[in-house]
């Protein structure tokens, strides 16, 4: 683990050890509390004060080195799934794998600001990958909670394709409706979905439901039960994936509860697929997401 000048941290912001003994940085302000593994510069909590819990972890997460959290907001870089070639390893790329470095942390008007760089020099990226690409990751947890993720072309070039790919808590996602992507066209990867399709009206959810939207716009999470609608606002992002495993996939998952379905659902600040990036050599592009709650 690079070293981290533990006395030069915000008030309010302390490093610890987590679950599996991980490094964890903990922030708890007046505003807010919140967790960032430096394992995948992972957020695994974020709740503002007064209110339940934002992000979701399994209770089955692995909180291993080398490993992604199931849960949490887990960074995808710099493919997607398998990637445009549909062949890449590890699944999402290595980003949400590799141990980031906490570069600096500062107290400021919207809250604390952390931030993390990745060197692809410094990581485990698979034979045959350029290793000379890097990430920065900033995060500013307050009452609302802002993440950007700047990735650098290396040498070569990169066709790009990056996710926060955020689980966000709910009650029950059979009773949560999803707005702001009414006429979208998505591609369904769930099992039987077509490659073009249109969205009509708002999304909701009964069955399995694996869908990249091609959009740019706001988001909003109505969830009754917990009497809130979380907005997510983006830029740099094409894509909006939604994401809920229902029974089958959950069952599948050793690292997903079989009776977590519920309680949970991905919204994903993306560009992937179809709106994946081209970068020229040394080129960067930066993908930024903001939640923030209100009551229903
Ligand atoms: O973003 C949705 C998705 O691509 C689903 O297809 C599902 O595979 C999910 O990501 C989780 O992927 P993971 O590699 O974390 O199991």
């Known amino acids: 683990m690079a070293h981290i000048d533990e006395a030069a941290l915000p008030e309010g912001v302390t490093l610890g050890r987590g679950h599996g003994d991980l490094p964890v940085l903990r922030i708890e302000t007046p505003a807010a509390r919140a967790e960032v593994y430096l394992l995948g510069a992972t957020v695994t909590e974020w709740t503002p004060a007064g209110a339940d819990p934002v992000i979701w972890v399994s209770e089955q997460a692995l909180f291993r080195t080398g490993t992604g959290i199931r849960g949490g907001i887990p960074l995808c870089a710099p493919w997607f799934g398998p990637g445009l070639s549909k062949d890449k390893k590890p699944t999402h790329g290595w980003f949400r794998t590799a141990e980031w470095a906490l570069a600096d942390a500062e107290s400021g008007a919207d809250g604390v ?13 698979p034979d045959g990958e350029p290793a000379d690409i890097r990430g920065e990751y900033v995060v500013t947890v307050g009452t609302t909670l802002t993440t950007s993720l700047t990735v650098t072309a290396g040498a070569d070039g990169l066709e790009l394709e990056d996710a926060m790919h955020t689980y966000f808590a709910v009650s029950d996602v059979r009773e949560v409706t999803v707005t702001g992507l009414d006429g979208a066209r998505y591609f369904d990867k769930a099992p039987g979905g077509r490659a073009v399709n249109a969205q009509s009206g708002d999304v909701t959810f009964t069955r399995e439901t694996d869908r990249v939207y091609q959009s740019t716009g706001p988001v909003g999470i109505l969830d009754p039960g917990k ?18 495993p229902w029974t089958a996939k959950a069952a599948d998952m050793a690292d997903f509860g ?13 560009n992937a697929l179809a709106g994946h990036v081209t970068l020229e050599a040394g080129a960067s592009h930066t993908t930024t997401a903001t939640l923030s709650l209100e009551a229903l």
């Open 227 to 244: 009497k809130r609608r979380i907005t997510l606002t983006k830029d740099g992002s094409a894509s909006t994936v939604v994401w809920n």
């Open 258 to 270: 079989d009776d977590e379905w519920p309680s949970m659902l991905c919204v994903e600040t993306a």
């Open 113 to 125: 600001t952390l931030r993390f760089t990745l060197d692809g020099a410094d990581a485990d990226v």
